[in-house]
T-cell receptor, first 113, second 115 residues
Framework: AQSVAQPEDQVNVAEGNPLTVKCTYS??????LFWYVQYPNRGLQFLLK??????LVKGSYGFEAEFNKSQTSFHLKKPSALVSDSALYFC???????????FGAGTRLTVKP | EAQVTQNPRYLITVTGKKLTVTCSQN?????MSWYRQDPGLGLRQIYY???????DKGDVPEGYKVSRKEKRNFPLILESPSPNQTSLYFC??????????????FGPGTRLTVL
């Protein structure tokens, strides 16, 4: 079965600095990879996805993610963090051969002014 | 407005009292899914449905039932709730597009407490 690991429970960055939220995955076959964000007392919102094509994927709110097949990683990045980016971020992988969706445990991003 | 709705948003109940959490989407999505969110564990899939009358177990199906009689609705049923089912529950839906699986739209969540 596939799995997702987000090795950092918490990431702290200063406003204006670049941010990275890490994600590694394990799946048989080609992965469908996603990033979602959860603001307090809200459901998850889609940020971006990788299905096929360019390894660098651009998404909502200035976020992007880089798919690295050899390292089985899909790290989320943003060149300049905003205080409003503070939220809980989830990486997810979908295995099309068994319709199974797995989420990571989440990384809490805090951007300080 | 395209959305996924869940009801109730908050529920406190007692062990063994059957309950249903409703989920409805207005986007004509084929795929619907239920998740539970627990601290440190992220989201875990309970059940999913590829279309009407097609449901399958996810990662943690024990103690839950679902049905998909209509495309828009996907209720979650707890026949005999227990305290370990205290959690935050999310319903989600998505298209099954030509590229395969598409991004999910999530409901606002249902916070369930079983005493």
């Amino acid at each position: 079965a596939q799995s997702v690991a987000q090795p950092e429970d918490q990431v702290n960055v200063a406003e204006g600095n670049p941010l990275t939220v890490k994600c590694t995955y394990s799946v048989s076959g080609n992965p469908y990879l996603f990033w979602y964000v959860q603001y307090p007392n809200r459901g998850l919102q889609f940020l971006l996805k990788y299905i096929t094509g360019d390894n660098l994927v651009k998404g909502s709110y200035g976020f992007e993610a880089e798919f690295n097949k050899s390292q089985t990683s899909f790290h989320l990045k943003k060149p300049s963090a905003l205080v409003s980016d503070s939220a809980l971020y989830f990486c997810a992988v979908f295995a099309y051969n068994n319709n199974d969706m797995r989420f990571g445990a989440g990384t809490r991003l805090t951007v300080k002014p | 407005e395209a959305q996924v709705t869940q009801n109730p948003r908050y529920l406190i109940t007692v062990t063994g009292k059957k309950l249903t959490v409703t989920c409805s989407q207005n986007m004509n999505h084929e795929y619907m899914s239920w998740y539970r969110q627990d601290p440190g564990l992220g989201l875990r899939q309970i059940y999913y449905s590829m279309n009407v009358e097609v449901t399958d177990k996810g990662d943690v199906p024990e103690g839950y039932k679902v049905s998909r009689k209509e495309k828009r609705n996907f209720p979650l049923i707890l026949e005999s709730p227990s305290p370990n089912q205290t959690s935050l529950y999310f319903c989600a839906s998505s298209l099954l597009g030509r590229e395969g699986y598409n991004e999910q739209f999530f409901g606002p969540g249902t916070r369930l407490t079983v005493l």
